[in-house]
């Protein structure tokens, strides 16, 4: 058996002349109190984290020739990883509710080896989208030279059939279809390979977004999993930063700044990115001492950014292309050099490769964008940005997001007016979806209620409904809309609501909404309401009627899943609204 340097274990009772020379990891027993480097992995059951244990290698292997080669004193350690659940196999199922969750559980066991093993240099391998943003939390709140490599994302799949690029939200779209062999076609051909998925879902926003704050060099976002440059590249620009952010004193907590992350979230909706970063930026910004909405920007701010705010790239799930175009042409780079020269973001925020966003991007020279995957602010994809933040007598407290972006029908003059059908959990909608498709009409605004932060609990996506109904609406050309106090995956499209709070488990308004009801999406205003709502006496006798089935079902109101696994109980127990991040309190 071998350690990370390569050289075999010894034996210790029958080798004792070495022990005054090297350790079990082929280290130089003079260093044992030196400072620790240490590499970090996520890994997961599916194809997102396949690559993770190559570039974990490789990472490890440049580390350990640094030290020799500068002679450095510090001592490197095993590689650790973390798990990690793969979103595309578990959504729809309720084992889903533990996807959120396992952002907590990777900032819990890496700030746990962080620690004890008092390291003073990370440089972390991530993949899926989940587990990166609880490595990052984790690396903050340690706050040492820290460094990110994404694993990369998968590479389109290709149908048999017709010949056109194919990935996992396509799979999903196909569930529907009466066809089996179409089926057949897509499920087995959409995800080939290895990677993370491939568009501007949830992994490639918050891999743009981690960049873009300054914690990877921003290059080495766009190559697929399986380029070669991860392997025989990148680890060796990592240990740079590394070493330079060492020798400079620069931690991450002087990297993540409110200007860093005002910056990550322009590129994050310039790229029409994932809902989702509505709730890793809090928890990110969390994890610096930093209050998003208070010391980043407030809802209003975000959404007067959104208004002017243009859509640069022509990507999934809303356009053409997937991240591999992206790096063909140029990379995350030529993205915010348009965006930096049309003075959306401010170049002074520094970064991990020593140099300020503006320095590095003038290192990295990108070319100009192509207008055929990324386009320039001046003559943009899309002219509004991607996503956007709703209030009203549903969200009192706003919060409610909508990825602007992703909608393909149903507003008029920037107005939505929907029919409610209300659904107490999404496998009841699923069941209706799969059996009675033809029960939803134009205009319906479902309603999925139950299934936030501490509901489901664990807030989970809503990427199996929302392909269905997505599906639905281009095959009869209607609108469905939807709205729930979940979450969504960043392959969800169509006119979709998130995060609405308080969510329903908490007696909020969406727990009183009934089939029939009015339901007005206003994206001139920014609002979200229900008119049924508006009126005093039909609130309270709803009210009334809510708080009754709690009082007699023991507290819980019975729309809402009981829950015995432990983890599930301690998200019931704690957590966040959306607005807090969705996460699990610490105190």
């Avoid at 590479?155 to 179409?182: S, Y």
């Avoid at 997505?470 to 169509?494: P, Y």
Wanted: glycine letters at 10%; hydrophobic letters at 40%; a negative charge.
């Amino acid at each position: 058996m071998r350690g990370t340097s390569g050289l075999a274990f010894s034996n210790p009772g029958r080798d004792v002349q070495r022990v005054g020379t090297a350790n079990f990891l082929g280290q130089e027993v003079s260093k044992i109190h030196g400072p620790v480097w240490a590499v970090l992995g996520n890994l997961g059951d599916s194809q997102c984290y396949l690559g993770v244990h190559d570039k974990v290698e490789a990472v490890q292997a440049a580390m350990s020739r640094r030290i020799a080669l500068d002679d450095r004193a510090n001592r490197l350690i095993s590689p650790a990883f973390t798990i990690g659940v793969s979103d595309g196999q578990l959504n729809g199922t309720p084992e889903m509710r533990f996807s959120l969750i396992g952002r907590e559980l990777v900032n819990d066991a890496a700030s746990t080896h962080l620690a004890a093993n008092h390291v003073e240099g990370l440089i972390a391998v991530v993949a899926c989208d989940k587990p990166p943003v609880g490595t990052v939390a984790a690396l903050l709140e340690h706050n040492v030279p820290s460094v990110i490599l994404s694993d990369g994302s998968i590479r389109p799949g290709i149908n048999p059939r017709t010949g056109e690029r194919i990935d996992l939200v396509t799979a999903f779209q196909f569930a529907t279809d009466p066809d089996e062999t179409a089926r057949s076609e897509v499920t087995l051909h959409a995800c080939p390979g290895q990677g993370s998925c491939g568009g501007m879902f949830t992994y490639n926003t918050m891999q743009t977004f981690i960049a873009v704050l300054g914690l990877e060099p921003l290059h080495m976002v766009a190559p697929p999993s399986d380029d070669l440059r991860r392997i025989e590249q990148f680890p060796d620009e990592l240990v740079d930063c590394l070493v330079t952010m060492t020798r400079q004193n620069l931690r991450p907590r002087d990297i993540v700044t409110p200007t860093s992350l005002r910056n990550a979230l322009i590129v994050s909706m310039a790229m029409g990115g994932s809902t989702n970063v509505m709730l890793h930026s809090v928890e990110i910004a969390r994890a610096a001492g930093i209050n998003l909405w208070t010391d980043v920007l407030s809802q209003d701010e975000f959404n007067e950014l959104s208004h002017r705010l243009p859509v640069i790239v022509n990507m999934r799930p809303f356009g053409a292309y997937s991240m591999i175009d992206v790096d063909d042409a140029g990379g995350l780079p030529v993205v915010v050099n348009e965006l930096l020269r049309a003075g959306f973001l401010d170049g002074t925020a520094i970064t991990c490769t020593g140099e300020t966003l503006a320095a590095q991007i003038d290192r990295l020279a990108p070319p100009p964008a192509d207008h055929e995957v990324i386009y320039s602010v001046a003559q943009p994809f899309k002219s509004t940005g991607g996503l956007r933040l709703l209030r009203g007598n549903l969200a009192p407290d706003g919060g409610a997001i909508l990825k602007l972006a992703g909608v393909e029908s149903g507003i008029v003059d920037g107005v939505f007016i929907g029919r409610a059908r209300v659904f107490n959990g999404e496998r009841s909608l699923i069941a209706a979806l799969d059996e009675r498709p033809d029960d939803f009409q134009d205009n319906d605004m479902v309603v999925i209620r139950y299934e936030g932060p501490r509901g489901a609990p664990g807030m989970p996506e809503m990427l199996d409904p929302t392909s269905k109904i997505t599906s639905l609406c281009r095959k009869r050309g209607i609108t469905i809309a939807l709205m729930t106090d979940a979450r969504f995956s960043g392959g969800s499209v169509g006119l979709v609501i998130g995060h609405v709070a308080p969510e329903a488990l908490l007696g909020g308004p969406i727990a009183l909404v009934e089939d029939g009801d009015t339901i007005t999406v206003d994206i001139n205003q920014d609002r979200l309401n229900c008119s049924q709502l508006d009126d005093p006496e039909i609130v309270a006798g709803r009210t009334a009627v809510w708080e009754s089935r709690v009082s007699t079902n023991g507290g819980l109101h019975p729309d809402a899943a009981s829950v015995t696994h432990r983890v599930l109980k301690r998200m019931r127990a704690t957590g966040l609204p959306a607005l807090g991040g969705a996460g699990m309190s610490a105190s």
